[in-house]
């Protein structure tokens, strides 16, 4: 008995361990204190590029490219993480979804694809987003009926075949690839712009020499996707993808329709994935089948993993680790995916709900661990 | 599209297939003890393979082996590939028992969620697959010829060299050889004793950590000796070479029934064949498309695989 009451209490002390700390200050914080801080943090980001900041900077690399891959791959990950993090699906694949989108805004919009039309870059970004949730629902239309694991090497070839595709069909001009991607817009910085460092008037907002216009186009669109997942995950919707994560059958037996909101988690996160394919690639404005790696799809699930899956800011964390350490530590290049695989295992070990965890996943894997010990 | 060529070299075509299936299915026998006891991708097992062949090119180069040795004679080269075996299968179950003691025993101990496990397989893969890389200056390392394929015999036109005996009669033997020890040891019961039940099988009296440290050196061994096949088919080895080999190896496993031995056989086998076939309609480079386009359709309609999975429920 005394057991039963002593374990009782542990939970219930771990549960408050989980809430309090930094995030109940912050939330103690007044209203207005806490907009200010966040609205200071968001102009600071966007001023990134122009502070030089010692130490943080890359030596090797032009630092606001290193931003754009950053405020790309947290896109990602925003993504991945409703799939992975909310609905708990496995999906390897998730680079196929990116390249859907890339592909869709090079076809349409180049003048070097085999398609004639040349749609401009805001007509091709909606059409890129329509085409990858339709691939994502086509894909998960026979395969989210499977169990997990399965699920795991299905989406796995699904990133394959769309490679494999890329390289050899005719539609992507094979590993020849397809030049022009558009950009956003034609436009040049005007006049007002001028001050800030980097910025030239007359110069073109979106050049692949200076990635500016593209870096602040990025974290505007993370910064709105990420307020649109917010909100989704504290819908009705939301609150279904964690049911589903959590027991999938006790879900399906208090009423939730899992296949539908699993399909839907599906859409939704290849929708993001194909968004930043498109934004990627419009910056590179060339593309062909070498970037989408299968080895790369699997990085940005272990980034999610690592930032905290199930949590915004934990998986935007563990996407921007991935794209700057890299190229922050250019001098480590040929060990640093060693140190990166090691890292992995100790993080599982050591801190298995990632670097800033989802509260509710946290506790989750608490009350596994313990009912473990039990087992045992 | 080409079916006339499908329809000329079908025999031609059905052997290659079952020489490279032979190898997928001593691959995918890894990944079905592992999640037949365990429910565990592992997903590290690619890597498993990857150190044989390696092993294996040290082994002969130290015996004097290298790039360009002529081969010895017939017990010579017997001899040669027995020793191989010997050593890849002993490295590559070291290097799995490695990797379970290190990546996943940690995880076990506290009950974490199947992601988790696959995460820490994936860094123990990478770490692995990295380390290699970074020893061999990642550069592709060759190996002598040691079997000059020769044509034995022809079956409706198709040539069947002794190569291709080889592997696929090896393969089956070894195949067999799993089997019955599963089926019919004392150890082979404990595993499928955990497999059915972990928890009732601990109550009586089986050792659980045994058990799963067993599986993880059985499958280890099998990929060490599908290591020296490959070696022996190929001729080179590089430290990413595990990649392709273990995801197809796994996708085998999965059409088969995943956890079901005779499903990594069937699946194994099959996959090999039909990617030869839709390499020979479709053209080489649509080969992995074809074979994962089979394994979604076989899913739809079998969705545990051909033979059902379970190493324990159903005969194993």
């Known amino acids: ?62 630092f606001t490219s290193v931003l754009f891959l950053c405020a790309v791959y947290v896109l990602v990950a925003v993504g991945l993480n409703v799939v992975i993090g909310l609905a708990g699906l496995l999906d390897l694949g998730y680079i196929g979804f990116y390249a859907v989108g890339a592909y869709t805004v090079a076809i349409l919009g180049s003048p070097n694809s085999p398609v004639v039309v040349q749609f401009p870059w805001v007509v091709c970004v909606p059409i890129a987003i329509a085409v990858t949730m339709v691939s994502g629902v086509i894909l998960g ?52 712009m001028d001050w800030f460092p980097g910025i030239t008037a007359g110069r ?49 037996v208090m009423g939730v329709p899992t296949f539908k909101y699993k399909l839907w988690a599906f859409a939704i996160g290849a929708a993001l994935g194909g968004l930043s394919g498109a934004l990627f690639f419009s910056k590179q404005t060339f593309i062909n089948a070498q970037g989408f790696d299968l080895f790369t799809s699997i990085l940005w699930v272990a980034a999610v993993v690592i930032g905290g899956a199930g949590n915004q800011l934990g998986v ?8 700057y350490l890299p190229e922050r530590f250019r001098e480590f290049a040929d060990y640093r995916l060693l140190i990166f695989g090691v890292a992995l295992i100790v993080m599982t070990i050591f801190r298995p709900q990632g670097l800033l965890p989802s509260r509710r996943r946290k506790v989750e894997l608490e009350d596994r661990a313990k009912e473990g010990a039990v087992g045992e | 599209m080409n079916f006339e060529f499908l329809g000329d070299n079908f025999m031609s075509l059905t052997v290659t297939g079952l020489t ?67 050593a890849a299968g002993a490295a590559s179950g070291g290097t799995a028992l490695i990797v379970e003691r290190v990546a996943y025993r940690p995880l076990r101990k506290r009950n974490a969620p199947s992601l988790i496990f696959l995460i820490s397989a994936i860094g123990a893969s990478v770490a692995l697959f990295e380390l290699v890389g970074a020893l061999t200056d990642r550069q592709p390392r060759g190996m002598p010829s040691l079997v000059q394929p020769k044509v034995q015999f022809t079956i409706f036109g198709a040539d069947i060299t002794n190569l291709q005996i080889g ?47 067993l599986i993880f050196i059985l499958g280890g061994m099998m990929a060490g000796a599908a290591s020296v096949l490959y070696d022996v088919k190929v001729g080179i080895t590089t430290y990413s070479v595990g990649f392709l080999i273990g995801i197809k190896a ?67």
């Open chain 2, 167 to 213: 592997i696929i009669l090896s393969a089956l033997a070894m195949l067999a050889g799993l089997d019955i020890f599963i089926n019919r040891t004392r150890l082979g019961r404990g595993v499928r004793a955990v497999a059915q039940n972990p928890d009732v099988a601990a109550l009586m009296g089986v050792n659980k950590d045994r058990v799963i440290m």
């Open chain 2, 20 to 86: 490279q299936g032979a190898i997928y299915a001593l691959v995918a026998l890894g990944y079905t003890l592992v999640y037949g006891v365990l429910r565990l991708i592992n997903f590290a097992h690619s890597e498993v393979f990857m150190i044989g062949t390696f092993v294996t090119t040290i082994v002969w180069a130290g015996l004097g082996f290298g790039v360009g040795a002529a081969a010895p004679g017939t017990f010579g080269v017997l001899g040669l590939i027995a020793l191989a075996v010997v």
């Open chain 1, 316 to 323: 935007a964390l563990g996407a921007i680790l991935l794209a």
């Open chain 1, 1 to 62: 008995m005394m057991a039963v009451v002593d374990s009782a209490r542990k939970a219930d002390e771990s549960r408050v361990r989980a809430v309090t700390g930094l995030r109940e200050r912050w939330s103690n914080l007044p209203y207005g204190w806490r907009i200010s801080v966040l609205f200071a943090f968001i102009i600071f980001l966007y001023a990134l590029p122009g502070l030089e900041i010692p130490l943080i900077t890359t030596p090797d690399t032009d």
């Open chain 2, 250 to 316: 796994f996708t085998a496993a999965v059409l088969g029934g995943i956890g079901n031995l005779r499903g990594a056989l069937l699946g194994g086998l099959l996959l090999g064949i039909v990617e030869n076939y839709g390499a020979g309609v479709f053209g080489n480079e649509w080969m992995d498309v074809v074979a994962f386009v089979m394994l979604v359709v076989v899913l739809l309609f079998r969705p545990t695989g051909l033979l059902g999975e379970s190493l324990g429920r159903a005969r194993a």
């Open chain 1, 204 to 252: 073109p907002i979106f050049s692949v020499s200076n990635v500016i216009g593209f870096y602040w186009l990025a974290i505007t669109l993370v910064f709105i996707c990420m307020l649109g997942v917010r909100r989704l995950e504290r819908s009705r919707v939301g609150r279904s993808w964690l049911a589903i994560r959590e027991d999938e059958d006790a879900a399906e």
């Open chain 1, 141 to 192: 239309w026979p395969t989210l009926r499977l169990r997990g694991d399965y699920l795991a090497i299905v989406t796995l070839g699904f990133g394959e075949i769309i490679r494999v595709f890329a390289l050899n069909s005719d539609i992507t001009n094979g590993n020849r690839g397809i030049t022009g991607v558009p950009v956003p817009s034609e436009g040049s910085w005007p006049e007002w």
